[in-house]
Nanobody, 126 residues
Framework: QVQLVESGGGLVQAGNSLRLSCGASGLTLSYNNMAWFRQPPGKERELVAAIRYTGSTTYNGDSVKGRFTISTDNAKNTVYLQMNSLKPEDTAIYYC???????????????????WGPGTQVTVSS
């Protein structure tokens, strides 16, 4: 049974950094596509970053590119999201997601993933 558990969220001031972690069990990272999504208050869930099982990465346009970095530690079966230069508009619940590569051809939609963590809150104050 696949289980994803996020950690590392919290309250930070704008300009600071956070690193989110997603511990995975019941799957092998190197055989799965992994992603971070976020859901701001009152808005839909959106992709932040994804990493294909091959190691290639995708980021959600200009909103996070250059500030956020997704990475994996296969030995620890953990996915990370390094978030630098945080802005108040980054405030959201951040979710970790996974899917086997044959589940979906794309990486950018929530429907491309069939396993989700419970989420971790990130709040950025101005």
């Amino acid at each position: 049974q696949v289980q994803l558990v996020e950690s590392g969220g919290g309250l930070v001031q704008a300009g600071n950094s956070l690193r989110l972690s997603c511990g995975a069990s019941g799957l092998t990272l190197s055989y799965n596509n992994m992603a971070w999504f976020r859901q701001p208050p009152g808005k839909e869930r959106e992709l932040v970053a994804a990493i294909r099982y091959t190691g290639s990465t995708t980021y959600n346009g200009d909103s996070v590119k250059g500030r956020f970095t997704i990475s994996t530690d296969n030995a620890k079966n953990t996915v990370y999201l390094q978030m630098n230069s945080l802005k108040p508009e980054d405030t959201a619940i951040y979710y970790c997601a996974s899917s086997f590569p044959t589940y979906a051809l794309t990486l950018t939609s929530p429907s491309d993933y069939n396993h989700w963590g419970p989420g971790t809150q990130v709040t950025v104050s101005s």
